[in-house]
């Protein structure tokens, strides 16, 4: 089991770049320091906890820019989102293919990497009844 992504923080930036590019979304300073405070950390994000370290370096950013931008990433395939039961929104700046835990009593989220998981069926029944957005 592998608990991160293999790309290093020049990689994901650079891919951040092209897939930027490729969807026609303009490179300003701002949604580069929100990319850039995503990808350094492991803790899952949630809007108002990137919107607070990004302050730090932005101060005259707004939350709703931050909330939009990151919404944005989810979008065009740069941000993976995850929604856990009664919880905000995180975000994740990994988006190898990889799973989430998250413990139930201090709500920390942990990548994991597993080839079982990867190849579960989900069954017919299951998918007929719901929509399932992550396999």
């Keep these: 089991m592998q608990l991160y992504g293999n790309q290093n923080r020049d990689e994901r930036l650079e891919r951040f770049k092209k897939i930027c590019k490729e969807n026609g979304f303009k490179l300003t300073p701002q949604r580069l320091i929100i990319y850039e405070e995503l990808i350094s950390t492991k803790e899952h994000p949630s809007t108002d906890m990137l919107y607070k370290r990004v302050r730090k370096t932005f101060p005259t950013i707004s939350f709703d820019t931050v909330n939009r ?67």
Excluded: M, W
């Design 69 to 135: 931008t990151l919404l944005t990433f989810h979008e065009i395939g740069i941000a993976n989102l995850v929604e856990g039961t009664g919880n905000p929104k995180r975000f994740d700046g990994n988006i190898d293919k990889h799973h989430h835990f998250q413990c139930i009593k201090c709500k920390k989220i942990i990548d994991f990497c597993s080839d079982s998981y990867d190849n579960l069926q989900i069954p017919p029944e299951i998918q007929s009844k719901f929509n399932i957005l992550n396999k």
